[in-house]
């Protein structure tokens, strides 16, 4: 998810009342609800669990165990040095070096459980398996949680200003309609990933994947690997339940085509590419002696974002002429 819905969450449980459990309160759930992202800064880290975006920071152990408690650390640090030249704490709050690590811990676990939600997939297992997992349940940017915990939010801060009763009652509604709203999507993409199996196309994909619109987030584009074959579909409950309600022919994957297995090793940015890929397909361009292979992944097929997720690779040929190689 985008990290302005991760603050959004961490303010929102703030606002319940948690953020009076201690003082920099507030600053651990918003910062815990985004640390796991501190990865997009280790992309040249050797070790590839840190490298992988959304994989070991993202995980169980990395992200959810050990992170929290070392971000709890910084921020005692920091309020002791603050202390010391004689800050002036508005909130008059203590600190609570407890409520500080729990507070962490909960503003942590949350960033796992939203980037579960898209397409783009997360290795929760991290590093003991380099498995990726999904629900589909949102867009990577969704306006409609925007909306309920911006809302949620307001109204709870306006209530304290008036010194009103119940002032995290609506954080707390704004949290528990997020909840609601995703169990309601994860439902949506549970038959979307049926569809293709139930009417046409009658398939038995190898690996699916639904993708929600940002907007009308009951529609699908639903994406399916099937024995080196790749398919896309359209599912929307209002018109069709259980069946997909139009679809492309399949199309190869290419990916057992010799050029592209000798593509697929030979450099560390394919490399890396195909470790990150979960649904990958490549073309193949051939020019006399040399063939540009250039590796991409169904689930980000559209013109706005291709240029972003793709890798290309120049492999020698071996056409009638060319040397051996």
């Known amino acids: 998810m985008d990290n302005l819905t991760h603050s959004l969450v961490g303010w929102a449980?703030?606002?319940?009342?948690?953020?009076?459990?201690?003082?920099?309160?507030?600053?651990?759930?918003?910062?815990?609800?985004?640390?796991?992202?501190?990865?997009?800064?280790?992309?040249?880290?050797?070790?590839?669990?840190?490298?992988?975006?959304?994989?070991?920071?993202?995980?169980l152990v990395g992200g959810v165990l050990l992170m929290p408690p070392l971000l709890a650390g910084l921020l005692w640090l920091f309020d002791r040095w603050q202390a010391r030249r004689g800050a002036v704490f508005r909130s008059g709050l203590p600190m609570h070096f407890g409520w500080l690590v729990a507070l962490c811990y909960l503003g942590a676990v949350t960033h796992p459980l939203l980037d579960l939600q898209n397409v783009y997939a997360i290795q929760l297992l991290s590093p003991m398996s380099g498995d990726w997992f999904h629900t589909d349940g949102l867009f990577i940017l969704s306006p409609w949680l925007l909306v309920m915990l911006g809302v949620g939010i307001w109204l709870s801060r306006r209530r304290a200003k008036q010194g009103r009763a119940g002032v995290g009652r609506p954080a707390l509604a704004a949290l528990a309609g997020v909840a609601v709203f995703i169990v309601l999507n994860i439902g949506l993409s549970m038959l979307a990933w049926r569809a293709p199996s139930v009417g046409e196309p009658h398939a038995a994909p190898d690996r699916i994947f639904a993708s929600p619109e940002p907007l009308a987030f009951w529609r699908r584009d639903v994406i399916w690997q099937q024995q080196g074959r790749i398919a896309f579909g359209r599912y929307d409950p209002f018109r069709n339940l259980t069946m997909l309600v139009d679809g492309t022919a399949p199309i190869a994957d290419n990916m057992a085509d010799p050029l592209v297995k000798k593509a697929a090793g030979a450099t560390p940015a394919a490399e890396k590419f195909l470790a990150w890929s979960q649904m990958p397909m490549a073309r193949i361009e051939r020019h006399g002696c040399t063939a540009t292979v250039t590796f991409g992944d169904a689930r980000f097929t559209g013109p706005a974002v291709r240029r972003n997720f793709n890798v290309g690779v120049d492999v020698p040929t071996d056409a009638p002429g060319c040397p051996a190689r």
Not at 37 to 56: E, N
């Open 13 to 59: 449980l703030g606002e319940t009342g948690l953020k009076r459990r201690t003082r920099k309160g507030l600053a651990a759930l918003v910062l815990a609800a985004n640390m796991p992202d501190i990865d997009v800064f280790f992309g040249w880290s050797p070790w590839a669990p840190l490298a992988m975006h959304r994989g070991f920071t993202h995980g």
